[in-house]
């Protein structure tokens, strides 16, 4: 967050200082009157934002394969019996559900390396690429806002953004 005040926040005018913007009430009101006067502007920020916070994110995944092997455990697969787990993806005004969960849960003891890296197509999006000798899995992941409501609530009044698993990649 003190890179993303730093080369984000600290840029619009009327910002709370660092210490206290996350949690001051006049950050919201900042964010919506900066969005009416500047939308371009402050959907750039944005956009640099979700970069900081995405390069921030790959960062700790390629920090240490065990945590993140961990993490996928179970904050992705939710590797706990009373707490089934299933991924749904809409497709238009269509919907499936993706069944790929299962390989990578029996992929994982075998992993031996792990490497997180961006997509070239997409702002939002990453992988997590799983080896274990020749065989890779690659797992597709995003990192987006996930509030509605004005600009002083989403995207850059949104502090943490979200961490989506979208299935593995084809």
Known sequence: MRTAY???YS???????????????????????????????YEELYNQYLEIMRDGIIAL????????????????LRDAPDV????????GTSYEEVTDKDAVGVFLPQVKFI?????????????????????TLTMNMSIRTNKSGH??????????????YNGLAK
């Not at 950050?27 to 969005?35: A, E, G, H």
């Not at 089934?84 to 497709?91: D, F, S």
């Not at 890296?117 to 274990?132: A, D, G, R």
């Open 6 to 8: 730093s080369q984000v």
């Open 11 to 41: 840029k619009i005018k009327g910002m709370p200082p660092q210490n206290k913007f996350t949690k001051d009430r006049k950050t919201q009101q900042v964010l919506r009157d900066f969005d009416r006067k500047n939308n371009k502007e």
């Open 61 to 76: 995944f390629n920090s240490s394969k065990d945590k993140s092997l961990n993490y996928i455990k179970t904050e992705i």
């Open 84 to 91: 089934p787990t299933m991924v749904i993806k809409a497709i």
């Open 115 to 135: 490497k997180a890296y961006k997509s070239k197509s997409s702002k939002q999006n990453w992988f997590i690429e799983l080896k274990s000798g020749a065989e």
């Open 151 to 164: 600009a002083g609530q989403k995207k850059l009044g949104q502090f943490s953004l979200a961490v989506k």
